[in-house]
């Protein structure tokens, strides 16, 4: 079985910073893209960034220069660093991870259960 377990979310200050983490464990073969997603309370999910087995990365325009993603493929984590945030980022962060298990021939995404970003004053 996968699992992909994240942590740091949390409440937080206009402008302030949170590191979001997700490891991936099980029986895991290869890892493709790793990622977050984000879902506000009345919004479709969106993506906010991913990034391949070999760094390249995607982000959505309304984080480009405030969130930095990064993977540490020896862990089987990513990251997500979010710096300058605003009330607008207010949302349960979702990751997800493309990956093969073992044993299996078909690709497919794996998603952690989600946490709790709440920026406030």
């Known amino acids: 079985q996968v699992q992909l377990v994240e942590s740091g979310g949390g409440l937080v200050q206009p402008g302030g910073s949170l590191r979001l983490s997700c490891a991936a464990s099980?029986?895991?073969?290869?890892?493709?893209?790793m990622g977050w997603y984000r879902q506000a309370p009345g919004k479709q999910r969106e993506l906010v960034a991913d990034?391949?087995?070999?760094?390249?990365?995607k982000y959505a325009d309304s984080v480009k220069g405030r969130f930095t993603i990064s993977r540490d493929n020896a862990k089987n984590t990513v990251y997500l660093q979010m710096n300058s945030l605003e009330p607008e980022d207010t949302a349960v962060y979702l990751c997800?991870?493309?990956?093969?298990?073992?044993?299996?021939?078909?690709?497919?995404?794996?998603w952690g259960q989600g946490t709790q970003v709440t920026v406030s004053s």
């Open positions: 997800y991870a493309r990956l093969l298990p073992t044993g299996y021939v078909l690709w497919n995404d794996y």
């Open positions: 099980g029986n895991i073969f290869s890892i493709n893209a």
């Open positions: 990034i391949t087995s070999g760094s390249n990365t």
